[in-house]
């Protein structure tokens, strides 16, 4: 099995199809972390999880160029889980290459 390899040491391909995952711990806090990092906005898809929104009509202020959002709460995302929709934290996106 093919190990990880941090996105770091990534050269990335122009022909190939590229994802990256981050766990954010806070979007908001750290958005202008992730929409400064050369190596994370060369891929194709970014997939985070942990964004800590607390609604997902705050995509407007959560926008990076060339990519479409795609941002689901914890309350959105676990409907028939009472304790898990009630936990402050949590929320998953993704940004997708336009």
């Known amino acids: 099995m093919k190990r990880f390899t941090p996105l770091s040491k990534l050269s990335l391909d122009k022909d190939m199809f590229n994802v990256a995952f981050l766990n ?14 050369f190596n994370l ?15 997902s009509n705050y995509v407007n202020g959560i926008q990076l ?19 898990l929709r009630s936990l402050v934290h949590g929320g998953v996106g993704i940004y997708i290459k336009v």
């Open 65 to 83: 160029n060339v990519y479409n959002v795609i941002h689901r709460i914890r309350k959105e995302c676990r409907e028939n889980a009472y304790l």
């Open 41 to 55: 906005l060369r891929a194709d898809v970014i997939g985070l999880a942990e964004s800590w929104l607390s609604s």
């Open 24 to 37: 954010v711990k806070g979007l908001v806090p750290h958005f202008k972390d992730v929409s400064n990092h």
